[in-house]
């Protein structure tokens, strides 16, 4: 059938309208670890109320709305977990997501969006300063709770700066949150130093996760503002991950610049990011990406690869490039002085 010749339906208005109520569910399971519960065998609503002490009627609602919307399984009375909801929601998954809820749903994020018309008049935070305020809280329960999500980029990184080769490497990792992406590094080459820079209470996240990667002795944290902060140096190796979309073009090309002169000759500048296309409405998870900046930021954005070959450029880098992880948003963008 033509789509154009489809008959009108408020489909797409009602579920939009009514996409809270997926989110707060999907929250609600994840805090009561229903998905664990049914991988060690507690797959009925009975048996999953007595062992989360909830009303039965309330799991079964719970339940039942997770699997219309896709994270479980029903037969008869039985639940069961689909191939996602059991790497990623299974506690006993290694790939465990469900920590990246308590950031993503927090109310710290959710605030910014509750008097949107104002946000798009004024085209950014009503917040002084947005989450990218002075040492805001909001980076620790960042660093406490999004280091599972970024697991596969970050050993896709390790392998794009050449780590498993073993060679010396100096690597500063800039607003590092939870450190995971120079702890990697440090994890695939013993001979890679690490100097993080960030606020001192989410600092002191990454030297958790360090000590428990064991390589904490080549982890050295650098506290305070990166924008103001000697970066020292030269390194081989300079991590901007999930960080310029905060800032608007002018401040990330004075923050490369910045990044250049830390360099070694021929060192590499690594930044993680959404990259939507030119047309800024696909990939759709990119893109929306522009929407958070909006709400949560002063002059934040969701950068097209051609904005980010212009900063690139206007910083001095020589050569660039990027790659797209499948099936992850994310891509690796690498810069070369």
């Known amino acids: 059938m033509n789509p154009s010749s489809a008959a009108p339906?408020?489909?797409?208005?009602?579920?939009?309208?009514?996409?809270?109520?997926?989110?707060?569910?999907?929250?609600?399971?994840?805090?009561?670890?229903?998905?664990?519960?049914?991988?060690?065998?507690?797959?009925?609503?009975?048996?999953?109320?007595?062992?989360?002490?909830?009303?039965?009627?309330?799991?079964?609602?719970?339940?039942?709305?997770?699997?219309?919307?896709?994270?479980?399984?029903?037969?008869?009375?039985?639940?069961?977990?689909?191939?996602?909801?059991?790497?990623?929601?299974?506690?006993?998954?290694?790939?465990?997501?469900?920590?990246?809820a308590n950031f993503l749903v927090s109310p710290d994020l959710i605030r910014h969006f509750q008097n949107l018309p104002e946000v798009i008049r004024k085209g950014g935070s009503l917040e002084e300063g947005g989450t990218v305020s002075y040492d805001n809280p909001v980076w620790v329960l960042f660093a406490r709770s999004m280091a599972p999500m970024m697991i596969m980029p970050a050993e896709a990184i390790a392998r794009a700066v050449g780590a498993p080769e073993g060679k010396p490497m100096r690597?500063?990792?800039?607003?590092?949150?939870?450190?995971?992406?120079?702890?990697?590094?440090?994890?695939?080459?013993?001979?890679?130093?690490?100097?993080?820079?960030?606020?001192?209470?989410?600092?002191?996240?990454?030297?958790?996760?360090?000590?428990?990667?064991?390589?904490?002795?080549?982890l050295t944290k650098q506290p305070g503002d990166a924008f103001t902060l000697p970066f020292g140096g030269p390194y081989d190796v300079v991590l901007i991950t999930n960080f310029l979309h905060h800032f608007d073009i002018p401040t990330c090309d004075k923050f490369l610049a910045k990044v250049y002169a830390a360099l070694s000759p021929g060192g590499c500048a690594v930044v993680l990011d959404m990259v939507p296309n030119d047309d800024r409405v696909t990939p759709p998870m990119a893109a929306s990406f522009a929407m958070v900046m909006l709400g949560s930021t002063p002059s934040g954005d969701a950068y097209t690869w051609t904005e980010y070959q212009g900063m690139f450029?206007?910083?001095?880098?020589?050569?660039?490039?990027?790659?797209?992880?499948?099936?992850?948003?994310?891509?690796?963008?690498?810069?070369y002085k």
């Open 171 to 218: 690597v500063l990792d800039l607003a590092a949150g939870h450190g995971m992406f120079g702890i990697t590094i440090a994890r695939h080459n013993p001979n890679a130093q690490i100097t993080a820079i960030d606020w001192p209470n989410v600092l002191d996240v990454a030297e958790e996760n360090a000590e428990r990667a064991g390589v904490a002795n080549r």
């Open 313 to 335: 450029n206007r910083s001095g880098f020589k050569t660039w490039e990027k790659q797209d992880q499948p099936g992850a948003p994310q891509s690796i963008l690498l810069a």
């Open 9 to 100: 339906s408020p489909a797409l208005l009602m579920d939009t309208l009514f996409s809270f109520q997926r989110t707060h569910a999907l929250k609600a399971a994840i805090d009561f670890d229903i998905f664990s519960g049914i991988a060690e065998g507690a797959n009925t609503a009975p048996i999953l109320a007595g062992r989360c002490a909830t009303s039965e009627k309330g799991m079964r609602v719970l339940c039942d709305f997770m699997t219309i919307n896709g994270f479980l399984t029903k037969s008869g009375e039985v639940y069961a977990l689909t191939q996602d909801s059991n790497i990623f929601l299974n506690r006993h998954s290694p790939a465990y997501m469900g920590s990246v």
